[in-house]
T-cell receptor, first 115, second 114 residues
Framework: EPEVTQTPSHQVTQMGQEVILRCVPI?????FYWYRQILGQKVEFLVS????????KSEIFDDQFSVERPDGSNFTLKIRSTKLEDSAMYFC?????????????FGEGSRLTVL | GENVEQHPSTLSVQEGDSAVIKCTYS??????FPWYKQELGKGPQLIID?????GEKKDQRIAVTLNKTAKHFSLHITETQPEDSAVYFC?????????????FGKGTKLSVIP
């Protein structure tokens, strides 16, 4: 069964450092997303990406965040200068193309710990 | 923007009993309502979804109902089993092309007691 894969599964970093989280969406999907979940809280939308550009982003997704699809398979989230409050589980998701198909497929997440 | 409220935050049921989780949403433009199950250390997994042109949908022991007028939708799990224990999230989204920005509820931790 196709799945979304994410690396690393867990990353520990010092405050102020740059972090890149990587995702390989399902191969025939065209819409890509990053969500985050702070421990014990709800899953929050960060950004959606389609046709090599951001289609929507939330207030959380400020100038410290960026996304990129550097090749035909990877989708990355970069946090330029991490803060303590960036500690969370980050989920990548992807969706197929038909207009009325809504299922988002989520990866297992990358846990980011900022010290 | 959309706001989704979910109740209860925790729910304990005896194995074999039914469980009901309720959600309300605020944006009348939302017309896609998925439910996700999240097991410990894993990503959310879609278990059932419903669109606004349908009032009820059932898949084996799981059913979802939608009342668009009242802006609420519910998840019903019958004959619960220990493996149903997990955190369940409801979500809402407008389903226009390029969207599907899901707004999640805060989750319900379901514990099924054997």
């Amino acid at each position: 069964e196709p799945e979304v894969t994410q690396t690393p599964s867990h990353q520990v970093t010092q405050m102020g450092q740059e972090v890149i989280l990587r995702c390989v969406p399902i191969s025939n999907h065209l819409y890509f997303y990053w969500y985050r979940q702070i421990l014990g809280q709800k899953v929050e939308f960060l950004v959606s990406f389609y046709n090599n550009e951001i289609s929507e982003k939330s207030e959380i997704f400020d100038d410290q965040f960026s996304v990129e699809r550097p090749d035909g398979s990877n989708f990355t989230l970069k946090i330029r200068s991490t803060k303590l409050e960036d500690s969370a589980m980050y989920f990548c998701a992807s969706r197929g193309t038909p207009l009325h198909t809504g299922e988002l497929f989520f990866g297992e997440g990358s846990r980011l710990t900022v010290l | 923007g959309e706001n989704v409220e979910q109740h209860p935050s925790t729910l304990s049921v005896q194995e074999g009993d039914s469980a009901v989780i309720k959600c309300t949403y605020s944006d009348s433009a939302s017309n896609y309502f998925p439910w996700y199950k999240q097991e410990l250390g894993k990503g959310p997994q879609l278990i059932i979804d419903i669109r606004s042109n349908v009032g009820e949908k059932k898949d084996q022991r799981i059913a979802v109902t939608l009342n668009k007028t009242a802006k609420h939708f519910s998840l019903h799990i019958t004959e619960t089993q220990p493996e149903d224990s997990a955190v369940y999230f409801c979500a809402a989204s407008p389903s226009g092309a390029g969207s599907y920005q899901l707004t999640f509820g805060k989750g319900t931790k379901l514990s099924v007691i054997p």
